[in-house]
């Protein structure tokens, strides 16, 4: 699955969504990352069926799009598929056996909890670090995700006339970049909790400083906040998304549309929050942070922060960033790259 495969050589990111294709190519290291390549492409209609690819051309078609649109020089890639297609489990394994031994035992524990024949699955695993509950236990992070879905992005990639240097997923890749954000960390014992808004469902991701602590995915997106465009203004789906884009959207745009908007999202991280305290020892949380592309439009943060009487920030994968190509365009679109920074990040050392 090259999952965990190390790779030095720099990649590009390519976060294939239900609503658009996003692409980031980084340069330099970690520590001081350069953004040589960037684009985001709607994706077509019909490409995407229940989170899956439908039509392998149509992606491709968007793919070559953002290619050329971003100026990309480099030809090794890394995708993410959705978490909602990958099953994931932590196991205890005996510290002293070998990596052979540990593969076999890995396959065989496989075999209680994935749901499919293990042939047409794909494997992964990696290596945690010693088990806070067994000193003689490692623990073993185990990732498993139906081959097909796999193919479907390895063809996609290699039509495109690049190389897969590795799969990852799409949460561990948004992970990653809010590590790299320092000055979101919590700044008290209490996690903090990561809210990326999709097209169609949000995922929250609970963390404390080494760990996630607890993921759940939800039934709502920013296509909620463009039902409430087409309803308010009786307008097409495409015009409703040039007018979230704008610079000047219509004069009752905060009241008529981002309130409305607002008090949806506050209830759904209220409800995905309480599912977490309610499977936890946790009572409360240090901050929400906000990720996606709706997470660009103005004060949706301080609206948000009111209504919950947390902290919100917006996660901003660029921060801390030298951005050396359409620097001037990047600010608007840049909460929707986290994703596919995350998996250029994988490439820097």
């Known amino acids: 699955m090259k999952l965990f495969t190390k790779n030095s050589k720099a990649v590009i990111g390519i976060d294939i969504g239900t609503h658009s294709i996003k692409l980031v190519e980084l340069a330099g290291t970690i520590a001081s990352p350069r953004v040589v390549a960037w684009a985001v492409v709607p994706m077509p209609a019909g490409a995407f069926s229940e989170n899956a690819i439908a039509n392998a051309e149509l992606v491709a078609d ?22 909602s297609h990958a099953i994931t489990k932590v196991l205890g394994m005996p510290a002293d056996i070998g990596e052979l031994e540990l593969e076999e035992q890995i396959a065989i524990e496989a075999l209680h909890f994935i749901p499919y024949p293990i042939d047409e699955v794909n494997l992964d695993f990696e290596i945690i670090g010693k088990s806070e509950s067994n000193d003689e236990e490692n623990d073993v992070l185990l990732v498993a995700c139906r081959r097909s879905i796999v193919d479907d992005y390895i063809d996609l990639v290699e039509s495109s006339s690049l190389e897969l240097s590795y799969v990852d997923i799409d949460t561990y890749a948004l992970e990653r970049v809010y590590r790299s954000q320092n000055s979101l960390g919590a700044q008290s014992d209490q996690p903090v909790a990561v809210f990326d808004i999709g097209s169609s ?32 203004y009786g307008v ?8 979230l884009s704008s610079a000047q959207p219509p004069g ?4 008529a549309v981002q309130e409305p908007f607002v008090e949806m999202l506050q209830q759904e991280v209220s409800r995905a929050l309480q599912f977490f305290y309610s499977s936890s020892s946790y009572s409360n949380i240090d901050s929400v942070v906000l990720s996606g592309a709706c997470c660009a439009l103005a004060g949706l943060a301080g609206d948000l922060e009111v209504k919950l009487r947390a902290k ?37 050392s």
């Open 312 to 348: 919100v920030s917006v996660l901003n994968p660029i921060a801390g960033a030298n951005v050396q190509s359409r620097r001037d365009m990047i600010t608007p679109s840049a909460p929707a790259l986290s994703v596919a920074y995350g998996l250029s990040l994988r490439g820097l």
């Open 201 to 232: 469902s949000s995922h929250l991701m609970v963390m404390d400083g080494s760990r996630v602590l607890y993921s759940r995915h939800q039934n709502f997106g920013s296509a909620q906040l463009i039902k409430l465009i087409r309803k308010e």
């Open 62 to 83: 968007a793919l070559n799009e953002a290619m050329l649109k971003s100026g990309a020089k480099g030809d090794a890639a890394a995708v993410a598929v959705s978490s």
């Open 252 to 255: 009752d745009f905060l009241t």
């Open 236 to 243: 097409s789906a495409d015009e409703a998304e040039e007018i």
